[in-house]
């Protein structure tokens, strides 16, 4: 009996584990294939907690009783490297430290600040918000297996960009979400509707809205310039019609004194409370930038030429950027 309770002591431990890493990933992931492993590795973990509390010692040396066990497990000690997903994903919902240039309290005073900075990247800070003002020449929208070098000295920012359909270790076009533009080449990605654009063509970076979006990325391709699909946050002043329930930090590609820049939350806050403090900033336009787990990681050049990252960790299965470069 004595082996029995060490057992079912064991699959307490793994299913309370398990119940950690279920709603981890449920509240910062969603629906995705990481919940439902975590959900199933959790389901395995009590089954062999009820297996251990109800069965007899006599049962255990059943041949077909033994493989279940190893089974059982194999499945517990899993939970480890679900934990390990569930912590990745918890951590890169946080900003790391970040110092800023100047704290600012009002609108006018982010575009004074954006007018005098002679730095390539400035980093302004209100109560709810970092700004990033990157004094760019150009911004592309890149896509493939390998993301952006930090070693690439012309970087200066570097955010994800589009949704992709699906988790893909392999890079696929049509994973990303929308048509997007890279290179002078246009590329139809996964189809949803409701999407605006952005784009940046001879140097004249634009935010289009629902209507216009698809119209507008093609002309950016046959331009040679850069653009993809994302929902709308703020069009001419007006809320899109994209909404999100979870409470996190948000990202958004602005237009600011007719230059991009990317605007983050400071902390975790609901969309609304994002979407007000980008208004009492004066925003009018703006695009979202993909915040999944994983996704949100980016990073920006500093005064002294080193990568500062931003946010989060790198996710394997990200394959498309934002770049400022100069």
């Known amino acids: 009996m004595t082996k029995n309770v060490y057992a079912a002591t064991w699959f307490l431990f793994t299913t309370v584990l398990s119940i950690f890493n279920i709603c981890t990933i449920m509240i910062f992931d969603g629906y995705n294939w990481p919940f439902y492993a975590v959900m199933s590795n959790g389901l395995f973990s009590f089954a062999g907690l009820i297996f251990y509390m109800h069965m007899s010692r006599a049962a255990m040396k059943h041949i077909a009783v033994k493989a279940l066990r190893l089974l059982l497990f194999i499945n517990s000690a899993a939970v480890f490297l679900m934990l390990g997903l569930s912590l990745f994903i918890l951590t890169s919902q946080y900003h790391n430290r970040l110092t800023s240039d100047q704290t600012l309290t009002s609108a006018a005073?982010?575009?004074?600040?954006?007018?005098?900075?002679?730095?390539?990247?400035?980093?302004?800070?209100?109560?709810?918000?970092?700004?990033?003002?990157?004094?760019?020449?150009?911004?592309?929208?890149?896509?493939?297996?390998?993301?952006?070098?930090?070693?690439?000295?012309?970087?200066?920012?570097?955010?994800?960009?589009?949704?992709?359909?699906?988790?893909?270790?392999?890079?696929?076009?049509d994973n990303i979400v929308g048509l997007h533009a890279h290179d002078g080449h246009l590329e139809q990605g996964a189809v949803q509707e409701g999407l605006g654009a952005f784009t940046y063509v001879n140097g004249t970076a634009r935010i289009w809205n629902v209507d216009e979006a698809a119209a507008a990325v093609e002309s950016a391709a046959a331009q040679g310039g850069s653009g993809y699909q994302q929902f709308i946050v703020l069009y001419d002043g007006q809320?899109?019609?994209?909404?999100?329930?979870?409470?996190?930090?948000?990202?958004?590609?602005?237009?600011?004194?007719?230059?991009?820049?990317?605007?983050?939350?400071?902390?975790?806050?609901?969309?609304?409370?994002?979407?007000?403090?980008l208004e009492d900033l004066g925003v009018r336009d703006a695009l979202y930038c993909d915040m999944g787990s994983g996704w949100n990681y980016s990073w920006y050049r500093n005064a002294e030429g080193r990568p500062v990252d931003i946010i989060g960790m790198p996710w394997f299965f990200s394959h498309n950027w934002l770049i400022f470069t100069k």
């Open 109 to 173: 005073e982010v575009r004074e600040a954006m007018s005098d900075s002679d730095k390539d990247v400035t980093l302004l800070e209100t109560d709810n918000l970092y700004i990033f003002c990157v004094n760019y020449n150009d911004i592309s929208f890149v896509a493939g297996e390998e993301r952006p070098s930090r070693d690439d000295k012309s970087i200066q920012m570097c955010v994800a960009a589009a949704f992709q359909h699906k988790y893909q270790l392999e890079f696929r076009e």
């Open 239 to 277: 809320r899109g019609s994209h909404d999100s329930d979870e409470f996190r930090c948000y990202r958004v590609l602005a237009i600011l004194n007719d230059r991009a820049c990317i605007i983050d939350s400071r902390t975790q806050m609901h969309y609304g409370e994002f979407i007000s403090a």
